[in-house]
């Protein structure tokens, strides 16, 4: 069974830092580019970072600088890193690979 589970949400001060993980099933790890997005209340899911099976990463333009994402390929798990947390991150957190969506982590930033 196909799976990726998301881990790591929760609520954090402005400034702060969160890391989430994603597991996914190894036929959906292995050779094929891990990714995130996130969806905040009203508004559509936009990406914001990838991992590509070789460790090329991307990331949008509002979190360059302050989130990182990384993979453990033993672990079958890719992380965000996520620092300087604003309210503006205020969202559910996805991992996304090939056409597989995990069921989501909230992530509340507010004082």
């Known amino acids: 069974q196909v799976q990726l589970v998301e881990s790591g949400g929760g609520l954090v001060q402005p400034g702060g830092s969160l890391r989430l993980s994603c597991a996914a099933s190894?036929?959906?790890?292995?050779?094929?580019?891990m990714n995130w997005y996130r969806q905040a209340p009203g508004k559509q899911r936009e990406f914001v970072a990838s991992?590509?099976?070789?460790?090329?990463?991307n990331y949008r333009d509002s979190v360059k600088g302050r989130f990182t994402i990384s993979r453990d390929n033993a672990k079958n798990t890719v992380y965000l890193q996520m620092n300087s947390l604003k309210p503006e991150d205020t969202a559910v957190y996805y991992c996304?690979?090939?056409?597989?969506w995990g069921q989501g982590t909230q992530v509340t930033v507010s004082s």
């Open positions: 991992i590509t099976s070789g460790g090329i990463t």
């Open positions: 996304y690979s090939v056409v597989y």
């Open positions: 190894g036929s959906i790890f292995s050779g094929h580019a």
